[in-house]
């Protein structure tokens, strides 16, 4: 687990990334989820509990679309017995297609096969990787390895794409989210908010922001457009703080 906020824009959270908890979300009985469209190539996370528009007339999602904000509530994935739903983000890095291959491997005929392996350049790191030569990185308080990376099994080599089998451009990388319409009455938790701890209080109403995160919009009702209001000052499952929200409008 992280012992610091990995989320980029959601303050509320006290370590990992932001979570949902549903209490009472319409869509998982009207059915209204998707999960058909590509994020957009120039969104590189995407946490529960952000906003998101889907775009299907340019097929993608994004933040930009017509239509309304979309709830992005993926299916955790955590595959480390340390991990915990704080732990999970869709990362775009980690949907990036993989060639793994073996190191000094000798064959009987006395050839070796050449790693199928480059380097990953700094620039195309999320969160930086401490085995490259971009220099040492952040573990996040875990003693281990940087978050997002992944490992061949007992080499602990850095799996990557093969120069001759590297797909077009935006093939890799594809990240394709699970998304709720909500209603009105609409209830879940989260602390998945673009706002510190302690800022909101019982009856403050909250709007999407531009990059999908729930803000502050004041004590009074925004007369339009979609909004969320704060009725119970709450913590998560793990004890970070949260606020549970319903939508009002």
Known sequence: MAFKRLSPKAKFVTYGFGQVEPNHLSAQRTAEIYAQLPADKSINILENGQFVKYDYAKGVVDFTGPGEWMLVFNEVKVYADRETDQDFAMIRRDYVGNVYSPIGVTKPDGTTIDPLLKTIGAASEIYPDGHTAAGEATDFGR???????????????????????????????IMVPRVFKTHEGDIFTTNTINAEPGALTLGDFLKVGAEGYLESAGKNMPASGMVWQVVKVYNLGDLQPAVKVMRVQ
Do not use: R, W
Request: proline share 3%; no cysteine; aromatic share 10%.
């Open 143 to 173: 003693n281990h390895f940087a978050i997002g990376n992944k490992y061949e099994v007992e080499q602990f080599n850095e799996p990557q794409i093969a120069v001759d089998q590297a797909l077009a451009e935006g093939a890799n990388g």
